[in-house]
């Protein structure tokens, strides 16, 4: 029983053959055009999408799959036969590497403002100053007849 895997990474665009299909066809269209892709570059006989990957591909509904996806096949042969398994690549942008925007705010600087503000409400005891109320000067006689 000798196992052997090989590991790639591609890049499939969906798009070109996508926008002649169907709206209401074009995520099980594109998974069909991302097992091929496999089964063409891997010389696969067996492929095999992993979950996640699949859940990715149905997260915007039936008409709108992603434009192009990177994911991970790893194929395996086992007793003469190659199974490819397909998994997603998760690609995480570093902060120093993202472009300074002024005005805009990260998703992230967001939720870390609003829990420093919780935690000075459950924490401190802010000193509130009554608000004075205005009242109706009383204007002497002279700006009166004026």
Do not use: C
Not at 73 to 79: D, K
Not at 117 to 132: C, T
Not at 136 to 142: L, Q, Y
């Amino acid at each position: 029983m000798s196992q052997e895997s090989i590991e790639n990474i591609y890049t499939i665009p969906f798009y070109p053959q996508l926008n002649k299909t169907a709206p209401y066809k074009r995520t099980p269209r594109a998974i069909r055009l991302l097992k091929e892709y496999i089964y063409k570059h891997t010389k696969a006989d067996d492929v095999i999408i992993d979950e996640e990957l699949n859940e990715f591909m149905w997260k915007r509904g039936i008409q709108k799959p992603p434009r192009k996806i990177k994911v991970r096949a790893i194929v395996e042969t086992i007793e003469e036969e190659k199974i490819a398994t397909v998994e997603l690549i998760h690609e995480k942008v570093d902060a120093a590497a993202r472009p300074q925007l002024d005005g805009i705010a990260i998703p992230g600087e967001l939720e870390d403002e609003e829990e420093e503000e919780e935690e000075k409400e459950d924490g401190e005891e802010v000193d509130i100053a009554p608000v004075e109320t205005s009242e109706p000067e009383e204007t002497s006689e002279e700006e009166q007849s004026k």
